[in-house]
């Protein structure tokens, strides 16, 4: 008695022979597809993330967390400085152009961009929250993650670690 991979039957031999060759060109063709959208893809990280997985500079990401009080410096070019925290780490962001009417200190934000050879976070997009209850989804998560969550307006476990939300 021999064991033998081919089906019996010559139909189901046919469609094993048809899979088999498609496999292959399938195969490929999701990997150029993931190939060529490696540029487009905007990874999400808090600034302890970002130091963690070291992310080259030049790469798209998105970076959130909550906007460090006392850190928003605006130059007279249009060019803006803050800083961005989590619980662990923090970076510094620098956006040329127009912020969000809604962009405050102590609230959450998720900027557009990427590192620089110096590792500071050049945005080309800053996104802020809607209202006072809004969060994004990923910062939200991430500090959730943490262990820092003032979910429905409670304060912040330590209010210093971000400064005091502006009113």
């Not at 007279?76 to 620098?94: C, H, I, L, N, W």
């Not at 959730?144 to 912040?156: S, V």
């Amino acid at each position: 008695m021999s064991f033998s991979f081919w089906p019996k039957s010559r139909t189901a031999r046919r469609r094993l022979m048809v899979v088999l060759a498609a496999a292959p060109v399938l195969a490929l063709a999701v990997g150029l597809s993931l190939y060529g959208l490696r540029d487009s893809i905007s990874l999400f990280y808090t600034p302890a993330q970002a130091q963690e997985a070291n992310v080259p500079a030049g790469r798209a990401v998105q970076l959130g967390g909550l906007v460090t009080a006392g850190s928003v410096v605006k130059h007279p070019d249009g060019r803006v400085e803050f800083t961005v925290a989590d619980q662990m780490a923090s970076a510094k962001v620098v956006y040329q152009g127009d912020l969000p009417d809604l962009f405050r200190e102590g609230q959450g934000i998720v900027a557009t961009g990427s590192f620089d050879e110096q590792g500071v976070f050049v945005a080309k997009q800053v996104l802020a929250k809607h209202d006072e209850r809004y969060m994004p989804r990923e910062v939200a998560k991430a500090i959730k993650e943490q262990g820092e969550w003032r979910g429905d307006g409670a304060p912040p476990a330590d209010p210093k670690a971000y400064g005091k939300p502006s009113e």
